[in-house]
């Protein structure tokens, strides 16, 4: 319960935002509902004058409104007669549906004849306003249709009925395709009708109208249902059973909370209702869900419709558990801008970053970590779900963002890769760990499991950082720029690893090091290094050294052997230039013992190496190495 009263307490605290209509970037809009109401795709819009007659009407492009709804509207389904308060269907709407054609499955329940009731029954009550009275006195004429017909936006047969589908045939006979049928609706017949009224005292559409949402919002709270003990509040107050669905996206049936299987025997046995297992209240359920629904477009991250959302109940923005530590520092608008050799700078720019999120840090200041998905169209789980307090929940992200640590060179900026030392985003772990075709459900699934990880602080699982491990050993299996990105980010896990064990390893090559897994990575990485100088920028094949590199891990003593008499014509190519390179075998040779010069696979150690061996070659100034830039043009993707 302790997630609907967070959610509660967000919508209690954002009332100022209340329909008001956001617009993304992806021209997606959203909004904080208001209570009663919901959303739904409109496909024509008619406007009223005061009096209650026709002024126009025009065809939309599933234009998303805020409709007000009931519990009954807002759960009906199949044939169920049901209407929405105020806009809805043709076949609710229209007065003259049945003369134009349209079909009543159940001539005992009418739906115009439930929606003019309820409708009237909101207008003559004290809640009121003017635009609901000027719409019921318009759809009381009951000539809607032959209004549209009139104007063109519906088109009937030689009958006089409304056409259900465009085909080439009316094409030639009637011209041009009317607007209705590029709209969304399915066909005439199931469109969505929202209503306007003009007024020169008022120019806020009827659906933007808070006056009208308040109405609404006061007239059905007076129809609500038996008072029970609310379990999240604690208050007797008026109590529902049918919960919101439409969480994700307007298409979304599943529902987080429900129990209409009163024959599976899904309580049966140990309650007698549903309510004896928990008792919401109407308010509580509607101020949760709408806070919800509107958290997850605000900032939700979807994967193969899995949510993932992180808020404040401040109302303060809060990083990303599953943002990498460049995206931080971007949302702080930090400079991305990196020399060389800065790792420990960058490092500690996003610890200040992260620790800006502390600014006017309350006592009280809280974050809320939820994931949400599926396993069937009718039913949600939560399946994680923390509340903590927000300093802890940055000093475990700062906690992460300082273990899981390496120098990558995949993220692009401005048309360019941009060098960063940091955490990997989740998603590029799960890139590392089975690969950029990995399917969305496998992504999801990672990402669910690293966030224990991330926010209290556990091991990463072994099988996720063994599976990168044994990707980023492979490289021929990849291409080279994805192998790059498998490293850097298997590097990361490998040194978070470490740091559990309190065995610390950085992206700076340390000399003193005598493990004989590090020590045989360093020897591959010259070798590497070594093959690449004799071969130059313009022959990009892969050398021995990345070729060998699976067999290497596996039987090390064995593949050297092999990769050292490769080497020679390599060796011989550059002369002189080959010495400082040589040298460093000699080095690296000489701090292994006789015992560990053998052929026992190596550990995860050996990448890191590699890749802190290789970096420190290719940033040597001396006129036998390739400089840094040269290197940045062989692995750019």
Known sequence: MSWLQNLYKTYNDNEEYVGKIVKKRSDREYTLLPISHTTQNAHIEVTVDEYGNYLKGIVLEKENTIIPCTEESASRAGSKVAPYPLHDKLSYVAGDFVKYGGKIKNHDDIPFESYIKNLKEWAESPHTTEKVISIYKYVCKGRLIEDLVNDGLLVLDENQQLIEKWNKKLEETLGEKPLIFSSGATDQVSAFVRFNVYKRTSTVEVWKDKEVYQSFIDFYNEKLGDEDVDFVTGKIAPSTERHANKIRHAADKAKLISANDTSGFTFRGRFTTSRDAASISYEVSQKAHNALKWLIHRQGKTIDNRVFLVWGNDGKNVPYPVEDALDILQHTNQNIETDPDTDKPFAEEVKRAIDGYRNDLDYDSEVNIIVLDSATTGRMAVLYYRNMNKEIYLNRLKDWHSKCIWEHRYRRSEERFVKFYGAPATKDIAFAAYGPRASEKVVKGLMER?????????????????????????????????????????????????????????????????????????????????????????????????????????????????LQASLQPYQSKLGAKANYLSKVIDEISDKFSIDDFNNKPLSEKFLLGFYSQRRELYMKKEKNIESEEQINEYTRP
């Open 450 to 562: 690293l966030l224990p990880c991330i926010i209290d602080g556990r091991v990463v699982p072994k099988d996720i950082m063994k599976s990168a491990f044994h990707r980023a050993s492979n490289p021929v299996t990849m291409e080279h720029w994805e192998w790059e990105k498998t490293l850097s980010v298997t590097c990361a896990l490998i040194r978070r690893s470490l740091l559990e064990e309190k065995e610390e390893m950085d992206v700076t090559l340390d000399k003193d090091i005598t493990d004989r897994s590090y020590l045989f990575g360093r020897l591959l990485a010259v070798a590497d290094v070594l093959e690449r100088s004799a071969l130059g920028k313009e022959e990009t094949r892969a050398t021995n050294a990345i070729r060998y590199m699976n067999s290497f891990s596996q039987k090390p003593s064995r593949t050297w052997m092999t």
